[in-house]
């Protein structure tokens, strides 16, 4: 029988996924947590084989955070991300945090169910969607922003100057400075807010 956590800060949609889950085969719900330090504690506890985990999860840390504080853990979980979210920025930290999978939310639920088998198994899984993206990551490799760079944007798009960035990314503000001119070379632009809006029609934030 596989353990599951259920992670998500909206009590409805945890309720849905309990619902279509408690039915399957091998699955059994064990316990839901609502923010990512409740998640942390409860696999801190024991007896979880497969987390399935929000990327969004309100004020506090997030899904991505989460991970890597459960990856860090004696025998962690199996840990599969269940988003709304399939931007690069997303599916870069999430893949690099040490998720086993990616999965959207619109997902069968037949297709949910295969996704946490195949997890506890060991298998990587994800989203037909985030595949083709990181697949079109991998064969142009000259074009893609890095981790770093996404990282570094994503804070542009809201709105943090060199300043803030650099104290929020633990850098100097020449080395944003330096990235800044790498992400407008590989984006085609000449400023922040064209960069932003040339990220989002590429669905990289």
Do not use: C, W
Not at 45 to 60: A, P
Not at 68 to 93: G, S
Not at 141 to 151: G, I, K, Q, S
């Amino acid at each position: 029988m596989i353990r599951l956590l259920l992670v998500d800060d909206h009590p409805v949609v945890r309720a849905g996924l309990r619902a279509v889950l408690s039915p399957a085969e091998g699955v059994e719900v064990v316990a839901e947590a609502g923010t990512a330090e409740e998640a942390i504690a409860r696999v801190a506890e024991g007896d979880i084989d497969v987390v399935l985990m929000d990327l969004r999860l309100g004020d506090g840390i997030d899904g991505v955070e989460a991970t890597v504080r459960i990856r860090r853990l004696p025998a962690p979980p199996r840990i599969l991300i269940l988003t709304t979210y399939e931007t690069d920025r997303d599916i870069v930290r999430a893949v690099e945090s040490g998720a086993t999978g990616y999965l959207l939310k619109d997902a069968d639920p037949d297709a949910l169910v295969r996704a946490i088998h195949a997890a506890a198994a060991g298998e990587t899984v994800l989203a037909p969607p985030v595949a083709s993206r990181l697949l079109g990551r991998m064969q142009s490799p000259e074009n893609n922003l890095t981790a770093r760079e996404l990282e570094i944007l994503g804070l542009v798009a809201e709105g943090g100057s060199n300043r803030d960035i650099s104290r929020s990314a633990a850098i100097s503000e020449a080395t944003v400075k330096s990235h800044l001119v790498h992400i407008f070379s590989k984006l085609g632009v000449d400023s922040r807010t064209r960069a932003v809006i040339e990220a989002r029609k590429r669905g990289l934030l």
